[in-house]
Nanobody, 123 residues
Framework: QLQLVQSGGGSAQAGDSLSLSCVAS???????FAWFRQPPGKEREFVGA????????HYADSVKGRFTISRDNTKNMVLLQMNRLNSEDTAIYYC?????????????????WGQGTQVTVSS
């Protein structure tokens, strides 16, 4: 069992940077993590994911080169660093986790979710 607690985010101007963190209780080291987001009026979408050991990451084309996912297994924490933000990044962001090997892109693949964090980018 995992409990995920998110922090960070907020408001930014286009071109700025923000970071989100996701701290987990439980057996953190055995879980793969991902970030999803839900823009206003749209479906939840995949942002990026990281394997249980941090060896591999995968990003949506829309954020590739701007967003970075990392994890610190000593702190039970996963980070989403968001650079060169634009208005299309405005969304509620969710961290998610589950105990599988590799990278999965579907929200249905993840059984544990954070509470969600609002990110608003003004142009």
């Amino acid at each position: 069992q995992l409990q995920l607690v998110q922090s960070g985010g907020g408001s930014a101007q286009a071109g700025d940077s923000l970071s989100l963190s996701c701290v987990a209780s439980g057996n953190f080291n055995h879980y793969a993590f991902a970030w999803f987001r839900q823009p206003p009026g749209k479906e939840r979408e995949f942002v990026g994911a990281i394997t249980w050991n941090g060896a591999s990451t995968h990003y949506a084309d829309s954020v590739k080169g701007r967003f970075t996912i990392s994890r610190d297994n000593t702190k039970n924490m996963v980070l989403l660093q968001m650079n060169r933000l634009n208005s299309e990044d405005t969304a509620i962001y969710y961290c998610a986790a589950d105990g599988f090997v590799g990278i999965r892109l579907g929200a249905d693949d993840y059984g544990y979710w954070g509470q969600g964090t609002q990110v608003t980018v003004s142009s």
